[in-house]
């Protein structure tokens, strides 16, 4: 059965590092976002992504984060200068055509611990 | 931003027996959905839900898209020790067509043996 992959799954980082995590989403899909979870936290969603372009991004999606689809299969999320409160784990998840409904399928996750 | 409001917030039950858990929110939704979330992973999709008044079955699970479209349940029948984990409500806010979803903070479950 197709899944969503992310790599790595688990990133130790230094304060002011960037970091890219990476994902890449069942192949047909066409809509993809990024969503984090601080621990014992609810789910919070970062940014959704189709055509190539954000089609909306949250309040948590400032300018040190950025999304890229760089080529057919990957889809990345980089954080410019990390910072402490920066530490969750972070999904990715991917949704098929228009027409197949809104179920988003998501990935294992990556741990991101920012020291 | 939206709040979902998922309760119970956590269930101790022993095996065999039914849970019930809830989502209620202050806006329209025209999608629910429902994942489970084991430790240290990601959540998985058990069930969806597009339609006020649609009840939909997977398995041992039944869940339903509220008449006011502002609720919907989850039922998960005759328990077993593999239910455990976090069960998290999302729904999609009625005429949005960019997939934000929002979630509620789960209902953690407990299953004794």
Not at chain 1, 37 to 63: A, P, T
Not at chain 2, 58 to 76: E, H, P, V, Y
Not at chain 2, 86 to 105: D, K
Request: aromatic fraction near 12%.
């Amino acid at each position: 059965e197709p899944e969503v992959t992310q790599t790595p799954s688990h990133q130790v980082t230094q304060m002011g590092q960037e970091v890219i995590l990476r994902c890449v989403p069942i192949s047909n899909h066409l809509y993809f976002y990024w969503y984090r979870q601080i621990l014992g936290q609810k789910v919070e969603f970062l940014v959704s992504f189709y055509n190539n372009e954000i089609s909306e991004k949250s309040e948590i999606f400032d300018d040190q984060f950025s999304v890229e689809r760089p080529d057919g299969s990957n889809f990345t999320l980089k954080i410019r200068s990390t910072k402490l409160e920066d530490s969750a784990m972070y999904f990715c998840a991917s949704r098929g055509t228009s027409g197949s409904g809104n179920e988003q399928f998501f990935g294992p996750g990556t741990r991101l611990t920012v020291l | 931003g939206q709040q979902l409001n998922q309760s119970p917030q956590s269930m101790f039950i022993q095996e065999g027996e039914d849970v019930s858990m809830n989502c209620t929110s202050s806006s329209i939704f025209n999608t629910w959905l429902w994942y489970k979330q084991d430790p240290g992973e990601g959540p998985v999709l058990l069930i969806a839900l597009y339609k006020a008044g649609e009840l939909t079955s997977n398995g041992r699970l039944t869940a339903q898209f509220g008449i006011t479209r502002k609720d919907s349940f989850l039922n998960i029948s005759a328990s077993i020790p593999s239910d455990v984990g976090i069960y998290f409500c999302a729904g999609l806010i009625s005429g949005s067509t960019l997939g934000r979803l929002y979630f509620g903070r789960g209902t953690q479950l407990t299953v004794w043996p």
